[in-house]
């Protein structure tokens, strides 16, 4: 199963670019989308059962839309709030086991209070979604 969670606050403008994926990101067999603000240790138990993991969220600045491979490290303090390595961290302690996973950084620009994204990060939006319905076997 592929889980793609993606990550953002819906009020801090671009900020939001990886839970408007989630949200136009449609679920299809063998495939589970979350948007969710932050990473918590609730996602766990999702991610220990996932074959792979596609972290999706706002990265500051411009250029390409980046894909890095993860892997745990360190096991950081348990909070309610881990990045995507710590996720990964507590997932191969807790469960004996870690899916291949992906953080996509999507450049973004405004951070401010507001909804919405800003035109550019949209576009980028878009052009990503499409290539990741095409990844995921859906219409492009």
Same mark, same amino acid.
């Given at each position: 199963? +592929?889980?793609? +969670?993606?990550?953002?606050?819906?009020?801090?403008?671009?900020? @939001?670019?990886?839970? %408007?994926?989630?949200?136009? #990101?449609?679920?299809?067999?063998?495939?589970?989308?979350?948007?969710?603000?932050?990473?918590?240790?609730?996602?766990?138990?999702? +991610?220990?059962?996932?074959? #792979?993991?596609?972290?999706?969220?706002?990265?500051? *600045?411009?250029?390409?839309?980046?894909?890095?491979?993860?892997?745990?490290?360190?096991?950081?303090?348990?909070?309610?709030?881990?990045?995507?390595? *710590? #996720?990964?961290? %507590?997932?191969?302690?807790?469960?004996?086991?870690?899916?291949?996973? %992906?953080?996509?950084? +999507?450049?973004?620009?405004?951070?401010?209070?507001?909804?919405?994204?800003?035109?550019?990060?949209?576009?980028?939006?878009?052009?990503?979604?499409?290539?990741?319905?095409?990844?995921? @076997?859906?219409?492009?």
């Amino acid at each position: 199963m +592929i889980l793609v +969670i993606g990550v953002g606050h819906p009020l801090r403008r671009d900020d @939001g670019v990886g839970l %408007w994926i989630a949200q136009n #990101l449609e679920e299809r067999e063998g495939v589970k989308v979350l948007g969710v603000q932050v990473l918590s240790p609730d996602l766990l138990p999702q +991610i220990a059962t996932a074959d #792979l993991v596609i972290f999706v969220d706002a990265r500051k *600045g411009a250029g390409p839309v980046r894909w890095e491979p993860l892997r745990p490290g360190l096991c950081p303090p348990l909070t309610h709030v881990l990045s995507p390595q *710590g #996720l990964l961290s %507590w997932t191969e302690r807790l469960f004996g086991r870690v899916p291949e996973a %992906w953080l996509v950084a +999507i450049p973004a620009r405004d951070f401010s209070l507001g909804e919405g994204l800003s035109p550019r990060t949209r576009r980028t939006a878009e052009a990503f979604l499409q290539r990741l319905r095409a990844y995921l @076997g859906g219409e492009g």
